[in-house]
């Protein structure tokens, strides 16, 4: 039986601590207010009043990492305290708890979204149907004939009257020979397989479902200024797009499998369904929005960062944290990461690319070998980014 305590806060006291590693627990404030805030601001969720009914340190208790915020009680406060592990029972029947927090999530998540994408690909998200076109023409002029398809399919969908309307029809019928483009229409199944190198959905499409990779990989892009930056390359078990199920807007970005892949899609309707009946597999949604959030939130603080350089090197710290590598002394680790995938994901511009670039090549933390980094001591490395960042507060 599900057993939560009651926890009481004084006037002016913490209740968390930006940066602390104790996050087993989060609150659920029952009485008072309390003020939410990190050192460095740097969006408007930054700080915040919360009372009655509204939650503290869930992120970083569901995802394991440290506190990405400080709590602080501006009256007295009663709270319920709850452990990582309750939190499946919690929800088992308290449907409402675990909605609130995942849709909390899927609004901070977008807003989100929109900056570091505006600030690190220096462009805005648009979600015009129009803009289905330019994706489709990008592919098309790529050779992937596969994703092309599939983009001016959908936009002649969404665009019956739309301004590249002809075009996109006689592209459409002279690229379907040569295509074997899946489910340009949603199926009626749940679970559906996806040749390589296909489109799931495109970035600016309508969408209601969310969907969990069964097998194989599924890569996350954006078309941007007339290239493709990829955002995530995701593997089994995860989950992805589920922002446009729980917020009903377009999609912000592309998915593609990577690879033959087996996916089990989930509409509204179902979801519905898991949230009261598999506590369990919402408990994981959750753990995932939570790594998801608290990544995002720590790549807003490496856009505080003035030198490329660190700027560089704070970004691998932070796909260090974020895969959970230990981050012991002498502890040696190589990332799938090449340094200009590195150095977009950074927001450098294309100008200091090549002497940040460079810089990065003749640092003693790191050694560049041909697509992958070498970092030659992780807590070496976790320690220089966290100075880096203390420096900028």
């Known amino acids: ?64 990492h440290s506190r990405t915020e400080s709590a602080v009680a501006l009256t007295d406060v009663v709270a319920i305290s709850v452990r990582r592990n309750q939190y499946p029972e919690l929800i088992q029947n308290n449907t409402s708890v675990a909605m609130k927090i995942i849709r909390t999530f899927a609004n901070k998540m977008r807003i989100l979204n929109e900056t ?22 990008y592919y098309e002029k790529v050779g992937k004939y596969n994703l092309a398809i599939y983009g001016y399919y959908q936009y002649l ?10 075009d996109a029809k006689k592209r459409f019928i002279a690229l379907k020979p040569r295509t074997n483009a899946v489910y340009f229409e949603t199926p009626p199944e749940n679970i559906r397989n ?11 499409q309508s969408g209601n479902e969310m969907y969990i990779i069964q097998d194989g990989q599924v ?30 807007k377009p999609r912000s970005a592309s998915a593609i499998a990577h690879e033959n892949c087996r996916l089990m899609a989930v509409n509204r309707q179902n979801f519905d369904q898991m949230v009261s009946t598999q506590p369990q597999l919402i408990a994981r949604l959750t753990t995932t929005l939570a790594d998801r959030l608290w990544a995002m939130t720590r790549q807003m603080a490496n856009t505080q960062l003035k030198e490329p350089l660190h700027k560089l090197l704070d970004m691998l710290a932070l796909q260090l944290e974020k895969n959970k590598i230990p981050c012991t002394k002498g502890y040696p680790y190589t990332l799938d990461l090449s340094m200009y ?13 090549p002497v940040a670039l460079n810089q990065l090549m003749h640092d003693h933390r790191v ?27």
């Open 157 to 166: 969908k969404a665009c019956p009257n739309g301004f590249h309307l002809n």
């Open 194 to 204: 996806y040749p390589k190198d296909t489109m799931i959905f495109s970035e600016c």
């Open 116 to 137: 570091l994408t505006l600030i690190t690909l220096k462009n805005n998200i648009v979600s015009s149907f129009e803009e289905l076109f330019s994706i489709a023409s």
């Open 1 to 64: 039986m599900l057993q939560l305590s009651f926890v009481n806060f004084r006037k002016d006291s913490f209740i968390i601590v930006e940066g602390k590693a104790e996050t087993e627990n989060f609150y659920i404030i029952q009485s008072g207010k309390v003020r939410t805030f990190r050192e460095v601001e740097v969006s408007k969720q930054d700080q915040n009043i919360l009372g009655p009914g509204d939650f503290v340190g869930v992120v970083s208790c569901m995802s394991g």
């Open 367 to 393: 050694k560049v070998e041909g697509n992958k980094i070498l970092v030659k001591d992780c807590y070496e490395l976790v320690y220089s980014a966290a100075l880096f960042r203390k420096q900028t507060r």
């Open 341 to 353: 995938d590195l150095a977009n994901m950074c927001g450098i511009s294309q100008e200091e690319q």
């Open 219 to 248: 890569k996350i892009s954006k078309v941007v200024d007339g290239k493709e930056v990829i955002l995530a390359v995701l593997k089994k078990g995860d989950f992805f797009g589920e922002m446009a199920l729980l917020e009903n």
